[in-house]
């Protein structure tokens, strides 16, 4: 009896380890609607640049912001754009954006020195991505064209 319960328990335990040492992925969304995020981005070699994009919604109207910063010079540079209101497709780049940042692992090859990480906040969910991912037309730059592109 009680080789039997080791047995079982020794299964168990072995199951458990190797689905908790599966390629570590973030969760996939699933979502109809826009939900308000931050996304952060920062790449470079030497000296890195971070890119911060909000999308806040009031009132079933969604607007976007974005502040950059240049942290290669000494007195660090700030830019910020910012857009009132998103039309469809901009709504609808933001959500193709979310999507296929929630498919991608956490970890990708990162070929070369130059350090990429992005990492997008909801309210009670964190998506978290390190390397040079595959996205297929919706990057971070993708979507700040779609959204920026106009203002700039």
Known sequence: MILVT????????????ILSCQHSANNKLNISTLVPF?????EGDDGLQSYSLT????????????????NYSVSKFFDTLKLLQLNENQILKAKQFLIAASRLPSKCDQPTSLTQKLSITF???????????????AAYFDLRDDLFKKIK
């Open 6 to 17: 080791l047995r079982k328990f020794g299964f168990f335990t072995l199951c458990f380890f």
């Open 123 to 137: 309210e009670n969910k964190k998506i978290e991505i390190e390397g040079n991912c595959d996205w297929n037309e």
């Open 38 to 42: 931050t996304a952060t981005y920062v």
């Open 55 to 70: 999308i806040e919604e009031t009132n079933n109207i969604f607007s976007a912001r974005e502040i950059s910063t240049d």
